[in-house]
């Protein structure tokens, strides 16, 4: 998670075009007092809003397209001391953002700035205030100080109230292309991020978190193991004690889902080019969305108490006993 003033200072780069459309509204005086920027967990959206922050904050703005990361109040931000900048988040073992909270903010805001141009604000996971958190800050949004701008993050738009996001200028952070991603993270050091990428459902960021001191060679090849499973009826054990050697029983589950998807995709491509006769794909279609289901079934289970290798032992039996039935149906 982000802490507040401590990105770099511009966006990434698959965050080029909806830095320029902020950048531009900015410059032209036209910057909208709320912004909502929604964008799956791991492509963004708080270092993105940060790093807004830091240029229109900075005292070189508008001649800079980034903040300068030099100047007295880019200093400030790098401090965290910055008097016109806050960053709200959950607070120690809360899950919520409280009205407390937000009322804080709302007085802040309603001050004059210090320095200006702007008081600026962003609410992380602001999908999360409680019902009287959304109700102080609509009171806001209704009426806002003049020079205030608000950053507020979600995965969804439709997960905050309609009150709140038809109030918000929407700017959406996009997933970027698997080679974008893959580039930015071998650029970052990670050798082969495919798998990470994978398991991060394409989300650089949270592919980076998850590739920090893995063996990554080792989780690709446990992508075999899971093909020979489930194409080559090779036994369950081998591929639960190498997965349970490196994943932990969710990782696990996910990363299986993943890939499962990926085949269920790859025959569905082979039909449509001719090249798998429909019968077969029929069969194999209806395996692999059963064990979709197994493994989406397990994921919900808390399966804390059990070692992931005994719990991938369980699942993978039930996957089989589900592939011997299917055939002994057909074959009936
Ligand atoms: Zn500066």
Not at 179 to 204: K, N, T, Y
Request: a neutral charge.
């Amino acid at each position: 998670m982000s802490a507040p003033g401590s990105q770099g200072a511009g966006p990434y780069p698959w965050q080029r075009e909806q830095w320029s459309m902020l950048h531009r509204s900015a410059i032209a005086s036209r910057l909208h007092h709320a912004t909502l920027i929604t964008g799956a967990a791991g492509v963004g959206k708080s270092d993105f809003a940060v790093s807004v922050s830091r240029l229109l904050l900075c005292l070189k703005f508008p001649d800079v397209t980034q903040a300068c990361g030099q100047c007295e109040r880019c200093l400030l931000m790098e401090a965290g001391t910055h008097p016109d900048y806050t960053y709200l988040d959950w607070l120690d073992k809360a899950s919520v953002i409280s009205v407390d909270q937000i009322r804080k903010l709302s007085e802040k805001l309603a001050l004059t700035a210090t320095y200006g141009p702007y008081r600026i604000a962003i609410i992380n996971r602001a999908d999360t205030m409680t019902t009287a958190a959304y109700n102080s800050l609509l009171k806001t949004l209704e009426e806002p100080p003049g020079s205030c701008a608000m950053f507020l993050l979600a995965e969804r738009d439709a997960s905050l109230p309609a009150t709140i996001h038809s109030r918000c200028q929407r700017l959406t952070m996009p997933v970027p292309t698997q080679d974008e991603s893959i580039e930015w993270l071998q650029q970052r050091g990670i050798a082969s991020p495919q798998v990470a990428l994978e398991f991060a459902r394409g989300a650089p960021l949270l592919a980076e978190r998850f590739a920090a001191d893995r063996d990554l060679a080792a989780i690709s090849a446990i992508r075999e193991y899971w093909r020979d499973f489930i194409f080559s009826d090779k036994s369950p054990a081998s591929l639960a004690t190498a997965a349970s050697a490196q994943l932990n029983t969710r990782e696990c589950f996910t990363l299986f889902m993943q890939w499962t998807a990926d085949f269920a995709k790859n025959i569905e491509f082979s039909v449509a080019s001719g090249r798998s006769p429909e019968e077969g794909a029929r069969i194999e279609r209806r395996f692999l969305s059963q064990t979709m289901q197994l493994l989406q079934q397990s994921l919900r289970l808390d399966n804390a108490s059990l070692k992931t290798q005994t719990v991938l032992e369980g699942v993978l039996a039930d996957i089989r006993i589900q592939r011997m039935r299917i055939r002994a149906e057909n074959s009936a």
